[in-house]
């Protein structure tokens, strides 16, 4: 597939805090990029150069053959923008936000009014829709931030923690209208800290941490480029002792154990279907009684483990 956006080198500093470090990434027209890291990794930094709204301090990027720095207005043009903090102070209501933003992008009148009515009830949020926007709650604001770029169905969509505030049934909800907005030939770039959202809606995922570009690819391509890369949990009747721990690591398939409660053992291995009936033949002639055996594909999770050998728990902590 041809890359629509082709970042070379781009570097952001504020004062000596370099949020985005010399950034070399491709986007595929059609695709969903996803853009994945803890808090502080740059995306949002990223995001904004992209969209024009910040200068870089180096490098630069082109967007559907335009460059950032020489040509921002024809940039903008192609561009949609779901912001991490929704800005709305202008109007006062969803639907004369959501209507304004149609009129500015230039649909007609028909088209508008049908648009408008379409996608605030799929975000539920036509009930709503003569609010006062200071009276709507996080996840509602954040709901009419998605509408504008759902009305507006851009060449590139930009959507920064599109459902960060919004609740479980929301979330599959604004998946699948992204998904479609992607289907009907728009390119998005999604940033997320969250794995599984990551996870469920991109075609390939950058993974960000301090400002640099630590690896992109397919999630399958990801998880299955760990080594260990199987998953074996195992729960036992009584708390695992060191010894019966020091026993599984000796098989040679196994890569790592973690101890995720004192009865349950988290195996990362490799040939999973070869190395479990042996590991449960030693745990029987130990004596070990097992409860549960659940086995699994790694998650962004582990991928993310992998690359920065931090969980992603411990990298949202250093990057606080
Ligand atoms: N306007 C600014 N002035 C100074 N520092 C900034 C500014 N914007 C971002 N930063 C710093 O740049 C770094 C990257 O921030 P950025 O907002 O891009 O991260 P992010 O990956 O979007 O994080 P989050 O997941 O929290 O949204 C951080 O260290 C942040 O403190
Ligand atoms: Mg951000």
């Given at each position: 597939?041809?890359?629509?956006?082709?970042?070379?080198?781009?570097?952001?500093?504020?004062?000596?805090?370099?949020?985005?470090?010399?950034?070399?990434?491709?986007?595929?027209?059609?695709?969903i990029?996803g853009?994945l890291?803890?808090?502080?990794?740059?995306?949002?930094?990223?995001?904004?150069?992209?969209?024009?709204?910040?200068?870089?301090?180096?490098?630069?990027?082109?967007?559907?053959?335009?460059?950032?720095?020489?040509?921002?207005?024809?940039?903008?043009?192609?561009?949609?923008?779901?912001?991490?903090?929704?800005?709305?102070?202008?109007?006062?209501?969803?639907?004369?936000?959501?209507?304004?933003?149609?009129?500015?992008?230039?649909?007609?009148?028909?088209?508008?009014?049908?648009?408008?009515?379409?996608?605030?009830?799929?975000?539920?949020?036509?009930?709503?829709?003569?609010?006062?926007?200071?009276?709507?709650?996080?996840?509602?604001?954040?709901?009419?931030?998605?509408?504008?770029?759902?009305?507006?169905?851009?060449?590139?969509?930009?959507?920064?923690?599109p459902t960060?505030?919004?609740?479980?049934?929301?979330k599959h909800?604004v998946w699948n209208?992204l998904r479609?907005?992607r289907?009907?030939?728009?390119?998005?770039?999604l940033?997320t800290?969250e794995l599984y959202e990551a996870d469920e809606l991109s075609d390939?995922v950058?993974?960000?941490?301090?400002?640099?570009?630590?690896?992109?690819?397919?999630p399958?391509?990801?998880?299955?480029?760990?080594?260990?890369?199987?998953?074996?949990?195992?729960?036992?009747?009584?708390?695992?002792?060191?010894?019966?721990?020091?026993?599984?690591?000796?098989?040679?398939?196994?890569?790592?154990?973690?101890?995720?409660?004192?009865?349950?053992?988290?195996?990362?291995?490799?040939?999973?279907?070869?190395?479990?009936?042996?590991?449960?033949?030693?745990?029987?002639?130990?004596?070990?009684?097992?409860?549960?055996?659940?086995?699994?594909?790694?998650s962004l999770?582990?991928?993310?483990?992998?690359?920065?050998?931090?969980?992603?728990?411990?990298?949202?902590?250093?990057?606080?």
């Open positions: 597939m041809p890359s629509i956006i082709q970042i070379s080198n781009l570097t952001k500093k504020f004062g000596n805090i370099v949020a985005v470090d010399h950034l070399d990434l491709e986007v595929e027209d059609g695709e990029l853009l890291g803890p808090n502080g990794a740059g995306k949002t930094t990223t995001i904004l150069m992209l969209a024009t709204v910040i200068r870089p301090t180096e490098g630069t990027a082109t967007v559907g053959g335009f460059d950032i720095r020489k040509n921002p207005e024809k940039v903008r043009e192609l561009f949609g923008i779901v912001f991490q903090e929704p800005k709305m102070l202008w109007v006062s209501t969803p639907w004369d936000i959501v209507n304004w933003h149609a009129k500015v992008c230039g649909l007609s009148t028909e088209e508008r009014k049908r648009r408008v009515k379409e996608v605030l009830e799929s975000l539920d949020m036509w009930e709503h829709r003569r609010k006062n926007v200071h009276a709507l709650s996080g996840g509602m604001r954040k709901r009419v931030e998605l509408a504008k770029v759902l009305v507006q169905r851009p060449k590139i969509a930009i959507v920064d923690e960060a505030q919004i609740d479980v049934v929301g909800r209208m479609r907005l289907d009907e030939g728009s390119t998005l770039i940033a800290n390939r950058a993974i960000m941490h301090r400002g640099k570009l630590l690896v992109c690819d397919t399958k391509t990801l998880k299955d480029s760990i080594v260990g890369g199987d998953i074996v949990e195992i729960q036992l009747e009584n708390d695992a002792s060191a010894k019966i721990v020091e026993e599984l690591k000796n098989f040679k398939e196994v890569v790592n154990i973690l101890q995720v409660k004192p009865c349950i053992l988290r195996l990362y291995l490799n040939k999973v279907e070869e190395v479990v009936p042996k590991i449960m033949n030693t745990l029987v002639k130990k004596n070990v009684p097992v409860t549960s055996i659940h086995m699994s594909e790694p999770d582990d991928v993310f483990a992998h690359y920065t050998g931090l969980t992603i728990e411990e990298a949202q902590k250093s990057g606080e």
